[in-house]
């Protein structure tokens, strides 16, 4: 039998929760294909904080860098949110691993199952059909350059200027932009071969150098691919009045990171919205949700998000692509039967059919083993 060996992540919050509907869901697809997943939990984010005085433990990236794959639940929480820049955050942890394993694309799929249609905020009409992936540049951008803070003593301003000043830098490199770009047009490519390349090019220079590299990757080595430039604050108002009009969304890291969350409320829930981190080493895959302390040890969270990246971790780091599609199909099937967790439930959902978190993981790892 065939063994993979699994890192998990559970993290804070409602992560311990979902992350168990993940494995159960992975053990009963280790069952149906004959397949092993030797599991190796670890510490990051704020529990990470808690036990070590740091969000990214060394012993942590140890373990995941042994691992075959990286599953991930969420960090944070506001026992941890300050505003002192020398304490450490739970999303540190977050930024971190992905930076130290090199984990430099990720995969949102946005997708609409039929069942959720009137479950979005969106008219039935406008979401139906919608099937994009938004493909995010993630270690680069605003969120891993040069930051600062400061108390400015000469500085000029309509209240004399004096007072705390911060900076944080946004930069790219040429190669980050390439290497980006031509994982969306090779996503593009086993899809409907369209590519809406997101920026600021009318204010940024950053977004400037983007646009021409992507520009120039498309005609040297794309150009059978269609290549639209969109800007960010058009595709924000696009997203929720013609979403179908996409089909792949590349674009730089910060941009890419409110884009998904805008994108999963077509959806319906963020709790449908799971990713791929992916780089040239091991892969991370979680839910682009956050940790919801809110429910957190009430037994409502949705597992959904995390038990399709469950799904997304198959496909990309086990190439176990019927496996895969078997968790997408259970998931769908669970939806048309009229289950839901709170978060999907509607006024028409019948009380009967909303469930909590174990019951949904339970249901969805039935489907799998048919």
């Not at 069952?31 to 005085?53: N, Q, T, W």
């Not at 600062?148 to 000469?154: H, V």
């Not at 990713?275 to 919801?292: I, K």
Request: net charge negative.
């Amino acid at each position: 039998m065939e063994t993979k060996k699994i890192c998990l992540l559970p993290g804070d919050g409602i992560g311990p929760e979902i992350i168990a509907e993940g494995v159960k869901v992975l053990d009963a697809v280790g069952k149906k294909y004959d397949v092993a997943f030797d599991y190796e939990e670890a510490l990051i984010g704020g529990c990470a904080i808690d036990a070590v005085g740091n969000p990214l433990p060394e012993e942590t990236l140890d373990a995941a860098r042994a691992s075959d794959a990286v599953l991930l639940a969420a960090v944070g929480g506001p026992k941890w949110d300050t505003t002192d820049s020398s304490k450490p955050r739970p999303e540190q942890g977050l930024l971190g691993i992905r930076k130290q394993l090199g984990l430099y694309t990720n995969l949102r799929p946005v997708r609409i199952f039929d069942a959720l249609r009137d479950a979005s905020t969106l008219k039935p009409a406008v979401v139906e059909g919608v099937d994009l992936v938004i493909v995010r540049e993630l270690t680069g951008g605003l969120y891993f350059g040069h930051r600062e803070r400061f108390y400015d003593e000469e500085g000029a301003g309509a209240h004399g200027g004096r007072g705390q000043r911060a900076v944080d830098t946004l930069e790219y490199r040429e190669y980050e932009i390439e290497r980006i770009a031509r994982q969306a047009f090779r996503a593009a490519q086993s899809r409907h071969g369209r590519v809406h390349s997101i920026d600021k090019a009318n204010v940024l220079d950053t977004s400037r150098l983007w646009r021409e590299v992507v520009h120039r990757v498309h005609d040297e080595e794309f150009p059978e691919i269609e290549l639209v430039d969109m800007l960010v604050d058009n595709t924000a108002m696009q997203l929720v009045n013609n979403p179908r009009q996409f089909d792949v969304i590349v674009t730089e890291n910060m941009f890419g990171d409110i884009l998904s969350d805008e994108a999963a409320q077509i959806t319906g829930s963020l709790g449908m919205l799971a990713s791929a981190s992916l780089g040239d080493g091991v892969g991370l895959f979680e839910p682009s949700h956050g940790s919801a302390p809110d429910i957190a040890g009430r037994g409502i969270a949705n597992p959904l998000a995390q038990i399709l990246s469950v799904g997304m971790m198959l496909q990309y780091a086990f190439g176990m692509v019927d496996a895969a599609n078997d968790v997408t199909r259970a998931v769908s099937q669970v939806l048309d039967e009229g289950w839901r967790t709170g978060d999907l439930a509607t006024s028409a959902t019948p009380a009967d059919k909303v469930m909590g978190t174990v019951a949904m993981g339970d249901l969805v790892a039935r489907h799998i083993a048919g």
